[in-house]
């Protein structure tokens, strides 16, 4: 079974809640942290997203004003980051939906893997467009 | 905290959105190719039918996602449970529904 | 060795350190009961088979569930050091020993027992061992119910209602029992608010599995079923 | 100190020491033969089917499922294999229900045992067994067993007292039937009474004072020292089964003594001496294939010769058959001696024969019934069914067969039952005081005296024997036994103190011991298990007797009670004319 996983080695660190404890570290552990922070930020951003779409119904200027502060190298960066957050998430869903549904297949760990690749792909090609 | 009701709602509305944002990246690659402004998207996008139920749906799917997803994660983490976490599920559903449709109207009405 | 144990209970506790002598053959569990037979004779754990087959002794080693009477020293000791805590998610007795009957408990409430077609008066049923849901069901029935993947869950830890990985699959071996008599009491009994619907599919009770079994899996089997009887039943 | 006055008082109606097989089936079918409304307890030194050694059970169960084999060709193999000496109708009943708790485990419980590729349940032939007769899972059969029965005992309405380790059978005032039973609640240490109308043993005897042994670690003999203390008589006690190839990996690991499989050597695994050279053929015709006692004797006349290995065993070697067919073969066996740091596929891995099994046991009739009204005793704490030697495979067949008669016969007995019974007071204080004794010692190093104990009992009760070595190990076990009560226990915290029931562990196994010493003298002549140099031939079959031991004051006295040949004699047979000697290979 452990070659499903990209294993950590043995670390002491008690009974303490420290975040990456000895028994977490493996492949499928930081899979799910990272569906779980990505699904976090999606739910964080999606209000900001919404409210700002909306100023179009009120203030049409003051959507121009953001979207052109969109143009900013940092908020392109974060902007970059969202996509990234969404590719992630939606690889990432994709995945367990598949593994749950699907019968169960041994390479949890190439598609993990390819699912993070699959986002960075995604998300790069969405940065690069953007500048 | 997650039973089989909830499971199924926010694995149904993720299969979902999966193709609706997916869409919608893809539009948005395009889109941003030569810089975004309030008007060319609002010039895709107002009185169009299409997409408002695009958008509309996917305001629908991701409201109900997102609030049991945050759920779980509350549960778990802040060990929230009974009326509280119900409240909260249903709190942040209708808070993600009434900003996401007024987003939608914004850019598909008129 | 320079080993640190935990004593206590649940209300207060902390690492105790003991220098303990290498040897050639010497498991964890070795290294503890030296520890009680010649250095500290209150403290407390629990071990009963010695070979891997009740499930009894498992504890935190070094941060990771293992049954510890075939844990080797050799394999886990960090330099020169071993840390071993009771195991996690469940209530401490004392020292090492925990409360094991909220994770039996949970065993049952996902009908984790056999419910019978049959009499000890009729023949036994003729099963063809290579057929699919036979084999699906064999594939975790050598489950010993050492709690080890129950303690490396982080549902487990974040949910005191889930079920966990141990009990749910051995709901699916009773699903997937030609002789057991109530599937949907078990597909009901595995779909509720600690149901299988919570596991995220970390992984970790996989992984840690000192008998290789794949808890994992069973749990997305009983998903893909539940979820088949839920459009079923709808219907 | 907890007084008399601490203790907790607790009734119930059918109360079960113990969770193995028998434990375990006496609490399912006292719930389906009882009255409704009765109350079942089952009280447990570990978990509830996590300790004991039904769960260790490997090679599998005995039961004659037909294709030739019947009933009475499994008795007739039981009362051969025992060398005459077991209780027959026991014998008798263990093989005929043992049919119906097979099926009761497959259709009631929940098991699975292996099948053959069109369905039907696979069996196989351990050694002294003239039919494929033994039914299994994998090599796990014990835990597939217990874990279903467990499942099915939690899922009843039975009060659970879970490490609740019982010290003393409490009887009436006038001695003749058993009030209840003692307990030191392990987590608390606490003392706990339990009252019932029935009680049922299923402690699992378990040879443990030997150097090298296979049990459990909970198993100490606390049964039967608890009912030789009551004056109940116990029999066969010199009847200690050895098993020829238990791990050998030095004094300070848990490992030791645990055991090799069996199948092992039938696949043609060689036992080599210290030399590094074969010699089981030195000692019988079947070489490594011989039975288990056989076998036995044979590596310890090696390790007397001192050519042995490191530790002092000998070795098992398999390579010669192939490191990757052994490894597929007995992948379980690779993996645990791989875990302790051996590699049995491709290496040599040190042997020693390591005790096993306890034939002895409480004197009890078919029903369970002991001499004691409201006392019930099945599992390995009964004596009689096997006679001087169990067959592989008959252990758990024992204790399924009989949980599930003292279960149902107690349900029945009970509707007869007037009452709860008051305890004799005094007894109870005293049960108290002795298990209070080294509270109050100095403190001592108990562990030592085990190591002691075990060494003594090795060395002059062991394997081979003779009148002056049981002598002296009688001796080194009394001093043993006064150094014992001299030796304390820290009382800061009597919560789950292992050191505590160390020593109590301790001191049923000193008075088991002398039990076994004597018995083992009294028998003067060699049978199955019991081998004395001084006395190698086996007697007449037909003068067969059994020992019987009994404690009167401080003495233990072992009498000579001649063998019942109720359904069979010597030299006779109940198979019909005809029938093959063996069907094994037949097919
Ligand atoms: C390694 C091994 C392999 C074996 N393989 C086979 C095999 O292949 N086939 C076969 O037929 N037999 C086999 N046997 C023998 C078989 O396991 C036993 O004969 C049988 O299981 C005994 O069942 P039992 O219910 O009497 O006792 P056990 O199953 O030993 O149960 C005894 C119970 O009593 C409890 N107990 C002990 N003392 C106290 C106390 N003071 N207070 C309260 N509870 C107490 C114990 O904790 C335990 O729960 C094997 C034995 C061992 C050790
Ligand atoms: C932009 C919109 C989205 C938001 C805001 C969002 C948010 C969330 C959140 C907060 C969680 C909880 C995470 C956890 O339990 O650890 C979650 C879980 C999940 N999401 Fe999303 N999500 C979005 C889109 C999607 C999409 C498009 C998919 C489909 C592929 C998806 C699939 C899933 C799945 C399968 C889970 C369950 C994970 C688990 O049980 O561990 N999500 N989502
Ligand atoms: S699945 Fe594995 S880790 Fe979990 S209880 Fe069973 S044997 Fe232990
Ligand atoms: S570790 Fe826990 S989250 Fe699921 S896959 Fe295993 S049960
Ligand atoms: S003591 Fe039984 S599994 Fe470790």
Not at chain 4, 329 to 337: I, L, P
Not at chain 4, 360 to 384: F, I, K, N, P, S
Not at chain 4, 508 to 522: H, R, T, Y
Request: with cysteine; glycine share 10%; charged share 20%.
């Amino acid at each position: 079974m452990s070659d499903l996983f990209v294993h950590g080695g043995a670390r002491s660190d008690g009974r303490d809640d420290a975040m990456i404890r000895s028994h977490r570290t493996h492949s499928l552990w930081f899979a799910y942290l990272l569906h779980r922070l990505s699904g976090l930020g999606l739910a964080i951003f999606l209000p900001a997203h919404f409210y700002v779409l909306s100023l179009a119904l009120t203030q049409p200027e003051r959507l121009d004003g953001f979207l052109h502060w969109f143009e900013q190298p940092i908020v392109k960066f974060a902007e970059f980051g969202l996509v990234f957050l969404l590719a992630v998430h939606i690889f990432g869903g994709l995945r367990i939906m598949a593994l749950e549904w699907l019968p169960w297949s041994a390479n949890q760990k190439t598609l993990a893997a390819s699912a993070v690749a699959g986002a960075f792909l995604i998300s790069t090609t969405f940065f690069l467009q953007a500048i | 905290m997650l039973d089989i009701r909830l499971y199924m709602l926010q694995r149904i509305t993720a299969l979902i959105m999966a193709p609706l944002t997916l869409g919608h990246i893809a539009v948005m690659i395009y889109a941003v190719q030569d810089g975004l402004t309030a008007a060319e998207i609002l010039d895709r996008t107002q009185g169009s039918v299409m997409w408002f139920l695009f958008y509309g749906t996917f305001v629908i799917a991701v409201s109900v996602h997102a609030a049991i997803g945050l759920r779980v994660i509350v549960a778990e983490t802040l060990k929230l449970g009974g009326y509280a976490l119900n409240a909260l599920t249903w709190g942040l559903c209708l808070i993600f529904l009434f900003m996401g449709v007024r987003a939608v109207m914004a850019v598909t009405m008129l | 060795m320079d080993v640190s144990v935990w004593r206590g209970d649940d209300q207060t506790g902390g690492f105790e350190h003991f220098e303990v002598p290498a040897q050639e053959s010497q498991t964890i569990l070795d290294v503890v009961s030296w520890i009680q037979q010649n250095q500290d004779p209150t403290l407390s754990y629990r071990y009963a088979c010695r070979v891997g087959m009740c499930g009894s002794c498992a504890m935190m080693v070094n941060g990771v569930p293992r049954w510890t009477c075939r844990t080797h020293v050799k394999k886990v000791l960090n330099g020169n050091k071993l840390e071993v805590a009771p195991l996690r998610n469940l209530p401490v007795i004392k020292d090492l020993a925990t409360d094991m009957d909220t994770f039996f408990d949970k065993w049952i409430a996902a009908e984790g027992m056999h419910h019978p077609t049959k009499s000890r008066d009729e023949p036994i049923e003729p099963i063809n061992p290579a057929g699919a849901e036979r084999m699906e069901a064999n594939a975790g029935i050598e489950c010993i119910n050492c709690s080890v993947c129950y303690a490396a869950c982080d549902t487990v830890t974040g949910n005191s209602d889930y079920l966990g990985p141990a009990a749910l699959q051995r709901a699916w071996t009773v699903y997937n029992d030609a002789k057991d008599a109530d599937k949907q009491v078990v597909l009901d009994a595995v779909s509720g608010a600690g149901g299988c619907h919570n596991c995220h599919s970390q992984g970790s009770c996989t992984l840690h599995c000192p008998n290789d079994l794949n808890p994992m899996n069973a749990i997305a089997g009983l998903k893909r079923a539940s979820a088949t009887s839920f459009f079923k039943r709808r219907r | 100190m907890p007084l008399k006055s601490d203790i907790e008082r607790h009734d119930t109606d059918i109360l079960i020491l113990g969770t193995g097989g028998a434990g375990m089936f006496a609490a399912l079918h006292a719930q389906q033969t009882a009255p409704a409304g009765t109350k079942i307890t089952i009280a447990v030194k570990g978990l509830i089917g996590k300790c004991g050694c039904t769960r260790m059970v490997q090679g599998g169960y005995n039961v004659a499922l037909g294709g030739g084999d019947t009933v009475e060709r499994h008795f007739m193999d039981t009362i051969n294999g025992g060398k005459w000496l077991p209780n027959q109708d026991m014998a008798w009943k263990l093989c005929e229900q043992a049919v119906v708790r097979i099926r009761e485990l497959e259709n009631e419980v929940g098991c699975f045992f292996d099948r053959n590729p069109d369905g039907s349940l696979h069996q196989k032939a351990f050694a002294g067994q003239t039919a494929d007769r033994t039914v299994h899972k994998g090599d796990l059969t014990g835990i597939e067993i217990i874990n279903r029965l467990m499942e099915q005992v939690l899922s009843r309405p039975v009060e659970k007292l879970q490490e609740h380790r019982a010290v003393g059978l409490i009887p009436t005032k006038d001695g003749t039937a058993l009030a209840g039973v003692l307990f030191i609640d392990m987590r608390t240490g606490k003392f706990r009474f339990v009252r019932a109308k029935t009680v049922m043993m299923g402690t699992g005897g378990g040879p443990t004072m030997y150097k090298y042994n296979t049990p459990s670690g909970d198993k100490t003999m606390d049964g039967l020292a608890m009912a030789l203390r009551v004056g109940l008589p116990l029999r066969d006690m010199e009847m200690v089964q050895f098993h020829p190839t238990g791990l050998l990996a030095g004094e300070h690991t848990k490992m030791t003594g645990t055991v090799l499989e069996e199948g092992l050597r039938g696949a043609g695994g060689q036992l080599l001496n210290g030399s590094e050279n074969r010699f089981m053929f030195d000692y019988d015709e079947r070489g490594e294939r011989a039975t288990r006692d056989v076998v036995s004797r044979g590596i310890y006349a090696e390790m007397r010769k001192n050519n042995t290995s490191e530790n002092g065993g000998v070795f098992i070697s398999m390579a010669h058959l192939g490191p990757d067919n052994v490894r597929k073969k007995f992948s379980g066996m690779v993996k645990r001696c791989a875990d302790s740091g051996f590699d049995l596929a491709g290496g040599l891995v040190e042997v020693v024969p390591t005790a096993h099994y306890f034939m002895g046991g409480v004197v009890v009739d078919a029903d369970t019934h002991t001499a004691m009204e409201g006392l019930y005793v099945a599992g390995e704490d009964a004596g009689g069914a096997h006679g001087s030697n169990r067959l592989g495979g008959n252990g758990v067949a024992n204790s399924t067969v009989y949980g599930g008669v003292a279960g149902d016969v107690m349900g029945k007995d009970i509707r007869k039952m007037g009452a709860l019974r008051d305890p004799d007071e005094d007894v109870l204080s005293a049960e108290i005081e002795r298990a209070q004794r080294p509270l109050s010692q100095k403190l001592g190093n108990v562990q030592q005296l085990r190591h002691g104990l075990q060494e003594a009992m090795w060395e002059d009760v062991g394997v081979m024997r003779t009148e002056t070595g049981m002598a002296r190990g009688i001796k080194r076990v009394a001093e043993i036994k006064t150094e014992l009560l001299e030796t304390g226990v820290s009382n800061d915290n009597l919560a789950f103190n292992l050191t505590w029931h160390d020593w109590l562990n301790m001191a049923s196994l000193c008075d088991v011991s002398e039990v076994i010493a004597k018995a083992g003298i009294a028998r003067e002549n060699s049978r199955g298990a019991h081998f004395r140099e001084d006395f190698p031939e086996s007697g007449s079959m037909e003068s067969s007797y059994f020992t019987v031991a009994r404690q009167s004051g401080d003495n233990i006295d072992v009498t000579r009670e001649p063998v019942q040949f109720t359904i069979v004699k010597p030299g006779e047979t109940i198979l019909p004319d005809h029938e093959p000697e063996t069907l094994v290979g037949a097919k």
